[in-house]
């Protein structure tokens, strides 16, 4: 496993294990509660960390044989480079974001089914962890729809942030801070 992503990898496992302890005290009812119809359900909510994060891994899996292959998916300016995403984040999300279509809840179903299928990412990161052993992560990009060209490093901690960001987000449908 690369020394860089071990660190990376268990904050990611922690802010799953929180955010899918968080929506599994709602009951069904409560998971698709909607204050108003542009504000998503906890359900929603869980289905799009599913795709989101999907997506996000296939797409280091595809930046990384690209770099491997010499033809790397991102040859522009590095605007991120150094930044944490915290930092990032700030300097390029709107408060309110349209979210990629591939990445909106679209299928619906049940919370159980969302949260074990969000479960099962972190497996899918892990063998991309002992995948890019060796490695130079700062070298290998894979750009974010919003934020722009991300290192691995970056993209890691960006799913740690994605998933608290919304664990907030569910929590505040149920106080009335949205």
Known sequence: MHPQLKPLLSEIATARTR????????TEQQAQYKPTPEVWSALENTEHLFWAEQGGIWGMWRAL?????????????????????EDVIEQTWQPKETVPANAAPRLGGTLAFWCASLASLQSLLKAFSYAVDG??????????????????????????FHIDRHRRQIGALFTNDL
């Open 135 to 160: 490695e130079d992560l700062d070298a290998i990009i894979h750009p974010h729809p919003i934020s722009g060209p991300l290192d691995i490093g970056q993209r890691f901690a960006f799913l740690r």
């Open 65 to 85: 044989e690209a770099y491997r292959q010499g033809t790397p998916i991102w040859s522009g300016e590095l605007t991120n480079r150094g930044r944490s995403i």
């Open 19 to 26: 955010y899918i302890s968080t929506v599994t005290q709602l």
